[in-house]
């Protein structure tokens, strides 16, 4: 596995990657790696024949409020990971190499990345947009992989790609869940026992939708109504948002349509935050 910190180095590996003739998959991170990022680079290996995984906290997708140094960073467990999972290259690059100084260009996708996350978000799309820009152009993957816990993600990425012609796919990869039915994700690890505990509610909801839906329920309303009451039975759990969205395009709907609407949720439990969905 190579390990490579500058931009002109990892052009240079991917430029000989792709002279061999290979499929090169990129799974973009910002660390932390767990579960569902192994996921992701299994994924990424059955699509391609290299895999790159990014490794960046990317400042730019944090808000005012939201503070990026005390991300979590796990670089030593980060290179483990990779490395069971034999990924080909890791691209780890200083925020010197990626935002230098006087830095000024930025991609924003303006449609599928207003509603949800985009409401108590505002900037955070457009830094994951320029973030993935800028890897898809040091890269030039043929795939992007990335995961259904992240699906508003995945769909501005997708809608960005096609719109700027990259040419690049988006494999979305299945939620990988913990015993307790939790998403794996950064913040989930953070959590203490008791705040897993109310965190449960979240999935317990999802699936009181989706029974629903199976008996038959259409109305969105209704199953809007049933999904915030449920966890607002947490005391410690505050909802931020529960939207019932089409799985494409993020637009809000009122019927459901079975296989294309998408159930959405973002919680705070106590201070932290955490989003969850399941297509209906
Ligand atoms: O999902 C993430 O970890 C990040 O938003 C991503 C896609 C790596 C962009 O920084």
């Known amino acids: 596995m190579q390990k490579i910190a500058t931009v002109s180095e990892m052009r240079q590996i991917a430029r000989e990657l792709r002279a061999k003739g290979g499929r090169i998959a990129l799974v973009p991170t910002m660390g932390a790696l767990h579960a569902g990022h192994a996921a992701l680079i299994q994924e990424a290996r059955k699509s391609a024949d290299a895999v790159v995984v990014s490794i960046f906290v990317n400042p730019l997708q944090f808000g005012p409020s939201e503070d990026v140094a005390s991300y979590p960073r796990t670089p030593e467990a980060d290179l483990g990971v990779c490395t069971d999972a034999q990924v080909d290259v890791v691209f780890l690059p200083t925020v010197e190499e990626i935002y230098p100084r006087g830095y000024s260009s930025y991609v924003t996708e303006e449609a599928y990345s207003k509603p949800l996350c985009g409401v108590s978000r505002p900037s955070h799309f457009r830094g994951v947009t ?103 039975q947490r005391r410690r759990v505050r909802v931020i948002y529960v939207s019932i969205v089409d799985s494409v395009t993020m637009e809000a709907m009122r019927e459901i349509v079975p296989g294309k609407s998408l159930l959405m949720i973002a919680v705070w439990v106590d201070e932290v935050r955490l989003v969850d969905n399941l297509v209906l």
């Open 130 to 232: 320029t973030i993935l820009a800028k890897l898809m152009n040091i890269v030039r993957p043929d795939c992007l992989v990335m995961g259904q816990k992240d699906v508003q993600q995945a769909a501005v990425a997708r809608k960005m790609i096609a719109d700027l012609q990259f040419g690049v796919d988006v494999v979305l990869v299945p939620t990988v869940r913990e015993a307790d039915g939790l998403a794996c994700g950064v913040r989930t690890r953070g959590l203490t026992a008791s705040q897993r505990q109310e965190a449960t509610v979240v999935q317990q909801a999802l699936a009181k939708a989706k029974e629903m839906v199976d008996s038959g329920v259409r109305s969105t309303d209704r199953l809007i109504a049933e999904v915030t009451h449920i966890i607002g």
